[in-house]
């Protein structure tokens, strides 16, 4: 496993606690008023869950993209060496046969 693949767990484990913290604050807010913590409070724990499970949600979508364009990266980069290698023993090919003609 490389350092980059190291990281990336690493942020994506981060990510899920901070994902499983949000919706903790969330099943908080379903059991409480804001008479029990104040308004103010339970406005800025809303507001901040709220906002916190929307930015995970757009983070993984971009994740996933990411992910799908790595992949197709490879794809494309393992086609195009394919397609350098045919032309390489083509080109061969044709040096040989002008060789041959020459002689």
């Keep these: 496993m490389t350092d980059y693949d190291k990281n990336e767990l690493a942020f994506l484990a981060s990510r899920n606690e901070l994902e499983r913290k949000f919706h903790e604050v969330r099943e908080f807010l379903q059991t409480t008023s804001p008479d029990k913590i104040g308004k103010t409070r339970y406005q800025n724990l809303f507001t901040m869950a709220g906002l ?10 971009m994740f996933d993209e990411i992910e799908k364009l790595r ?12 397609l350098l290698k045919q032309v390489n023993a083509l080109q061969a090919r044709a040096n040989g046969q002008v060789a041959e003609d020459n002689a």
């Design 71 to 82: 992949k197709q990266a490879r794809r494309d980069v393992a086609e195009n060496l394919e």
């Design 52 to 61: 916190g499970l929307t930015l995970i949600l757009e983070n993984k979508l």
